[in-house]
């Protein structure tokens, strides 16, 4: 059950690119076939074999270049959600220390770099979305570990 559901998520992901392929590789059986008898031209005679090659090795590329994309999606991940961890408890202590309308003098110096390193690191997932490395759906989920606090103290009274 669970192979067939990974197929089907392949299928569903790859449908043009898979549809692209097969159409590709017929016409590179038929099309030097049809010049070689109704053209009269002639063709070589391994043509047909080149281009498959051709073609399976452009969709295998692009498989790869898919799969070094998730590989990259993942890591990004895992690693904004370790870095996030470490600032879970501050961002706690900011909510309980400073009331919304809290004046910038009344910030302690180290918390305010606190504050300026959390919102670097919002910056940095942001920077990685925009490059089309971290995926659309993921950052609509709500960005779960960032949208709160930078939406606490971005629209809140701090600054």
Not at 4 to 33: C, E, H, W
Request: hydrophobic share 40%.
């Amino acid at each position: 059950m669970k192979r067939n559901l990974m197929v089907g998520k392949f299928m569903d992901r790859n449908q043009s690119i898979i549809i692209a392929y097969i159409v590709s590789m017929l016409l590179s059986t038929v099309v030097p076939g049809f010049f070689s008898t109704y053209v009269h031209v002639a063709t070589p005679p391994n043509i047909e074999i080149g281009l498959m090659a051709l073609l399976t090795t452009i969709f295998l590329g692009y498989l790869n270049y898919q799969q070094a994309h998730d590989r990259l999606f993942k890591d990004l991940f895992r690693e904004f959600n370790v870095r996030y961890d470490a600032f879970n408890d501050d961002y706690q202590y900011f909510k309980k220390t400073y009331l919304e309308d809290v004046k910038m003098n009344d910030i302690k110096a180290n918390d305010i770099k606190k504050i300026i390193d959390y919102l670097n690191l919002c910056t940095e997932e942001h920077f990685w979305f925009e490059k089309g490395r971290i995926e659309q759906t993921a950052w609509k989920v709500g960005n779960p570990a960032c949208t709160p606090g930078r939406n606490y103290l971005l629209c809140g009274s701090y600054f």
